[in-house]
């Protein structure tokens, strides 16, 4: 048996010592070139603009991720902008890090944190520290007065994209049974459902939507089983509204369904049953906004809109591509509704309207236009929708 | 030397020397082959280690402002490890710290909103309410995980099991009440309780942005060392743990002991939902249940069950979280690659627990 090499306690302490001395002096040594060093690293090139994203989840969910995910790279090719990225970020204190260390560490002068639930209390509380920093939030309800200067607030109207999905799927539809797998009862969601139904109802005034609330936004297990259910019941389109509509394509097409996309393009996810979808167009906003952010302007001096809204007609959202199975008649109609939508002829909640429990939603002569508060308010399915908002 | 005696002394001081040499040198041994192995992976992915090592470093220890960045991070985790961790110490499997902290949240928000704010009739101070808070998210936690532990001891139910499912219950329960009872019509973001009360938010620590929580979380975890090592009960429980058959022959109350160990390990992650609502969420909502409870179950296990190695363990993996950031914004790396670096960093140091007592260098040699 050799024996192993005595370290006594003496000999240890010494050398403990003395490397935490080494360490020590070259950690002072070494603080003065650092920060020469952060500032090159920051702030990218002389002049450019450095803008954050941040997502909730990955960036290639067939969903609302990679809606913004495909925007940011559509901004990233303007020139004088640099973007970075961060992903699946959870709605707790690591976004505010995030946030922080984006500005901080890489001179990010405007951030995206695209998430819904990242506005409230994050970042406004970033936007309050960081004054010269411009925040942009799709959805999220910009109060004047009440929230910061720097704060900006985007979105679209994209159920007039979903009615046109509806027009799609009432007429491809043979039994006039639609189904529509949605997460939970909120207005953005009903909104979708009611747009989608309307449009089916303009060509197939018979057509019902059945809908299940799965009760969250990423529920893939019962996306499944809403999907395989509604194809026992003889539903042959189904269109959806939650984070990631990848099960829901995915489960109807081996089903040998018809679908309708939500977020992004899932065409390669049902490269058969495919028929169109309602997608995010953040490309185009995305772009205009990265350009006024190279041409100097900002929140804060006016330059930019503190609230952007619009829908087909101001590129915030667009139809996909139709699929293979639509028929000419089918696109003829689509394109009929989405023109009609473009120039304003079309007003998608217009009397008479009633909801499924009998109630008078809207008299004859009555109308919502897109803009009208009263539509972020919904907490009604209209006639033809079987499903409650209260499950 | 003469006399046999500081000899012998000596030697157990040696030996005690050499141990304690052990338990520093397996986990930093175990930490450089993680690091090595990720490197591998980089390398594979496209980027440079060493550029990386260095990121990592910078974005998690590199300066005071990455430091709060990793603290934040750690804090709850801290206080969510012992909800597995104490129970362990008696031999239990526990890991439902997810509802625990959940139900402690809830427990904290139920007595914020009734006793603080605008509507209350009693004008208590913030302080008192904020103790309250404390204490009912910490009962809330607590008897949660004792319905684990009195399954356990009345009735044979596997912990593990019923602690794990009492989980889902209790996220459920918290969406119920978020989405019906509770929820605040006004607020759009997401549904969501009504707003603590500005004056019962938890401020931050003089001069950073970390929250009170850290500090709570520190002193419980030395608390909890104290009480396992240090205290009858904390030996009791360790002799249970050891052997449950010779602890009820020696007459120690098992079923007490059970139920205790439990309560105190939930009310742990019971303080962190209240901490979580009170200083970040500042109302109740899905944002609490954010793996904080998982993460913990893995803090516990990695800390070979000392509450002290918990904090340095619960630091460690606040820093691999804060650099998962900079992986993806400067070194384009996927945003899963903080889990494989995690993932990496636990097996191996999970690894080397079983090579305790087997390097010959590392042993007492006097024999």
Redesign the interface.
């Given at each position: 048996m050799s024996?192993?090499?005595?370290i006594s306690?003496r000999q240890?302490v010494r050398g403990l010592l003395a490397t935490t001395a080494f360490g020590v002096a070259t950690k002072l040594g070494g603080c003065s070139p650092s920060p020469e060093g952060e500032a090159s690293s920051a702030g990218g090139g002389e002049g450019e603009v450095v803008v954050g994203f941040i997502y909730v989840g990955?960036?290639d969910d067939f969903g609302y991720n990679q809606a913004h995910a495909e925007g940011a790279q559509a901004m990233a090719a303007v020139p004088g902008i640099k973007i970075?990225?961060?992903?699946?970020?959870?709605?707790?204190?690591?976004v505010l890090?995030?946030m922080?260390?984006?500005i901080?560490?890489?001179g990010a002068t405007v951030i995206f944190p695209t998430s819904?639930?990242y506005?409230?209390?994050y970042m406004l509380e970033m936007a309050a520290e960081f004054p010269e920093v411009q925040f942009f939030h799709a959805g999220?309800?910009y109060q004047e007065g009440v929230h910061p200067d720097n704060v900006g607030s985007y979105f679209g109207y994209i159920d007039e994209a979903q009615y046109v999905g509806g027009v799609i799927a009432g007429r491809m539809s043979e039994t006039g049974q639609l189904g529509f797998v949605a997460a939970?009862p909120?207005p953005q969601v009903l909104r979708n459902i009611n747009s989608f139904t309307l449009g089916a109802q303009s060509v197939n005034p018979a057509a019902t939507t059945q809908v299940v609330f799965t009760?969250?936004w990423a529920e893939p297990v019962k996306e499944a089983e809403a999907t395989n259910s509604m194809a026992d019941q003889g539903i042959d389109v189904i269109a959806c509204h939650v984070d990631s509509p990848k099960v829901v394509m995915e489960t109807a097409e081996k089903r040998g369904l018809y679908t309708v996309g939500y977020h992004a393009n899932q065409a390669p996810l049902a490269p058969e049953g495919y028929l169109t979808g309602a997608e995010w167009d953040w490309e185009s906003i995305y772009t205009s906004l990265g350009q006024q952010f190279v041409e100097g302007k900002t929140l804060m001096a006016g330059g930019i809109e503190h609230v952007l809204r619009g829908g087909l007609a101001e590129n915030f959202c667009k139809v996909s591509p139709y699929g293979p199975a639509v028929t000419e008649e089918a696109q003829a109609e689509g394109d009929a509704a989405k023109e009609a939508l473009i120039t304003g002829v079309l007003v998608i909640y217009e009397g008479e309207l009633s909801d499924n429990k009998g109630g008078a939603i809207l008299a004859a002569d009555e109308k919502y236009e897109q803009q009208n508060i009263e539509l972020e308010k919904m907490d009604w399915l209209i006639e033809g929708v079987k499903g409650s908002t209260g499950s | 030397m003469t006399s046999p005696l500081p000899q012998a002394s000596t030697d157990i001081r040696r030996s005690a020397?050499r141990r304690s040499?052990e338990v520093i040198v397996l986990p930093v041994a175990a930490l450089l082959v993680a690091l090595l192995i990720f490197g591998g992976f980089c390398a594979l992915a496209g980027a440079n280690p060493i550029g990386v090592y260095g990121s990592i470093y910078?974005?998690a220890f590199g300066s005071w402002?990455a430091w709060q960045?990793t603290l934040?991070?750690a804090s709850p985790l801290m206080l969510t490890a012992l909800c597995t961790l104490l129970p362990a110490r008696l031999g239990l499997v526990i890991i439902g710290n997810e509802g625990a902290l959940v139900m402690g949240g809830l427990g904290a928000i139920f007595v914020g909103l009734g006793l603080g704010g605008a509507s209350s009739s009693l004008d208590l101070p913030a302080v008192v309410v904020q103790l309250a808070m404390a204490i009912a998210g910490m009962t809330a936690g607590g008897l949660w995980i004792v319905l684990a532990g009195a399954l356990r001891h009345y009735r044979g139910v596997n912990e593990t099991i019923s602690s794990l499912l009492l989980n889902y219950i209790a996220i459920a329960f918290l969406?119920h009440l978020v989405?019906g009872p509770l929820r605040d019509a006004d607020?759009?973001?997401?549904?969501s309780s009504a707003e603590l009360d500005p004056t019962l938010w938890l401020g931050t620590l003089p001069g950073t942005r970390i929250h009170f929580g850290l500090l709570y979380g520190l002193i419980i975890c030395v608390i909890a060392y104290v009480l396992i090592q240090r205290t009858t009960f904390g030996f009791a429980t360790r002799v249970t743990g050891s052997n449950i058959r010779a602890a009820k022959i020696a007459g120690l109350p098992v079923g007490k002991l059970t139920l205790a160990i439990c309560f105190l390990g939930g009310s742990a992650a019971g303080l962190a939902g209240m901490i979580?609502v009170a200083a970040?969420?500042?109302r109740l909502n899905e944002?609490l249940i954010?793996?904080y409870g998982y993460a913990g179950i893995l803090v516990a296990f990695v800390s070979r069950q000392n509450p002290l190695a918990t904090i340095l363990v619960a630091i460690l993996l606040g820093g691999i979280?804060?650099s998962?950031?900079?992986l993806?914004?400067?070194h384009n790396l996927p945003?899963?690659t903080v889990l494989v670096f995690q993932g990496i960093v636990f097996l191996c140091v999970l690894f080397s627990d079983s090579l305790y007592g087997k390097i010959?260098?590392l042993q007492e040699?006097t024999k």
């Open positions: 024996r192993p090499i005595r306690r240890a990955p960036k970075i990225e961060e992903a699946n970020v959870p709605e707790t204190s690591a890090e995030t922080r260390s984006m901080e560490i890489d819904f639930g506005f409230d209390p999220g309800l939970i909120i009760g969250g | 020397w040499l910078k974005a402002s960045n934040i991070r969406k989405e607020f759009v973001t997401k549904p979580e970040v969420q500042k944002s954010s793996n979280l804060a998962g950031g900079i993806q914004r400067s945003d899963a010959p260098q040699t």
